[in-house]
Nanobody
C-alpha cells in the first residue's frame, strides 16, 4: 500500500485546514486508515482513525475539533481540522493498517506510512 499526504500549511489559531491522504495498492487489505502527528521534540501520536466500516475514533486532544472521512471512489482520506490551536503544530502522517494471509495461510499485519505534511498554527 502506498500513501501520500498533502494539504499542510500555515494557519492562524482558530482557523481550519483539511489534509488529504491518497492511497493505492492492495486496498482490499486495508482494515483501517489513521492520522498521526509528531510535534518537534515529541513522540509520534495517534490523532484519529477510520475503519473499513467507517467508524472513527479520535484522541481526546482533538475530539470535537477534527473529523476524518474517506472517499472510496477517489481512494482518499481526509482530516478536517477546525478550531486549530498552536499546540496542533506538527508534521502529520497518514497510515494504513492492513491484514493479509501469506502462502502458508498465516495472517500478516502491517502498517504502511505516507510521507508527512507540516501543519503550523500561529498564535
Amino acid at each position: 500500500v502506498q500513501l501520500q499526504a498533502s494539504g499542510g500549511g500555515l494557519v492562524q489559531a482558530g482557523g481550519s485546514l483539511r489534509l488529504s491522504c491518497a492511497f493505492s495498492g492492495s486496498i482490499s487489505s486495508i482494515n483501517a486508515l489513521e492520522w498521526f502527528r509528531q510535534a518537534p521534540g515529541k513522540q509520534r501520536e495517534l490523532v484519529g482513525s477510520i475503519t473499513r466500516g467507517g467508524s472513527t475514533n479520535f484522541a481526546s486532544a482533538v475530539t470535537g475539533r477534527f473529523t476524518i472521512s474517506r472517499e472510496n471512489g477517489k481512494n482518499t482520506m481526509y482530516l478536517q481540522m477546525n478550531s486549530l490551536k498552536p499546540e496542533d503544530t506538527a508534521v502529520y502522517y497518514c497510515a494504513a493498517d492492513t491484514l493479509r494471509t501469506n502462502e502458508n495461510g498465516e495472517f500478516i499485519a502491517q502498517r504502511f506510512w505516507g510521507q508527512g505534511t507540516l501543519v503550523t498554527v500561529s498564535s
